[in-house]
């Protein structure tokens, strides 16, 4: 019934996209865009046991990071780091310190939009403390702390606009204007390895590695308002499916190590809220999205890890050295 759906889904809107007029989008890809950031990246990592309806709940404690982005052409870099000046966190004592970099690099190819990914993580609290120390108080007492436990995770993603009045880059890296309202079709394929791992001294020992593979298919729409159509507000909803291949390393009841290997079906689901203002030279905003993804990790436990993105923005675009134009005009992509 599910295949069903989403068939219906997906011609639906294939044919609703086709169907649009054109001269949607204004083109600033020629001009140099600088972009700079406030953002907070929230990583969960959750597992729950049906049989007695207990779990845990993973997380890092999260900071305010800063990135600068810079995009010309087809080509796009996103660097984010934690300044300390920007987080004196008073929870510190309580959650304990985290550590979060992360590197983003985009191809823009006609309507195919290529991701490559690099999060590094280190440091977790356990969110559900009070399930395993009577009498714990929120915000009071300190959490159980995890901070050996690390996470490293790279891979990409490939996505492709099925309707060229619908500009995607508009709400990614702003080197294009939606000038009408539009949406569009957007399926993707999606590809990464994780590796998450703690020491034998950790509350919680994990030692485990993944391969996902996903793909979804789902729609984004921008609306545009306004004298000018410089505002903007655009949804996007896409649910998917595919397969984790896990590899964990675990102590039998003779305290030996083996290592086990399964293969299991997951179910993913992304979404995404822009809002903001681009005009010819200035642009500014906020972008919130999520993704997650569930599995069964055997007949009793299931997973859940999710990550949600929120950042607020401010760029300048400006017209690039005739060097460097003469050298991205023999590319032809």
Known sequence: MKGVILVIFTLFFAVFCNAQEN???????????????LDTNSFSYKVS??????FYELKPNESVRTTAS???KFIGLTVGFSPKFLNNNEDEVLKGESDINTIQLRLFIKQFIQEFNYYKIGGFYIENTGDFIDGWIKDQDSYLKLGSLKLKRFGGKTAYVWNKNFSFKALLVQNEKQAKSAGSFVPSISYFYSELTSSNQSVIIINESNFDLNVNAGYIHNF??????DFFASLGLSPGFGLKFAKTIEEDENNVLI???????????????NLGYNSDTIF????????????NKSPENKVEDSNAYFQIYFGYRFGAPKMIERLFNKIKI
């Open 49 to 54: 046991n049906s049989t007695d309806s207990s």
């Open 259 to 273: 290592e086990k290997s399964m293969t299991h079906p997951n179910f993913s689901l992304e979404g995404r809220l």
């Open 70 to 72: 810079l995009q010309y």
């Open 23 to 37: 001269g949607y989008t204004y083109d600033f890809s020629g001009k140099i865009n600088v972009k700079l950031g």
């Open 284 to 295: 500014t905003g906020m972008q919130f999205n999520t993704f997650g993804v569930s599995y």
């Open 224 to 229: 545009v308002f306004g004298r000018n159509h």
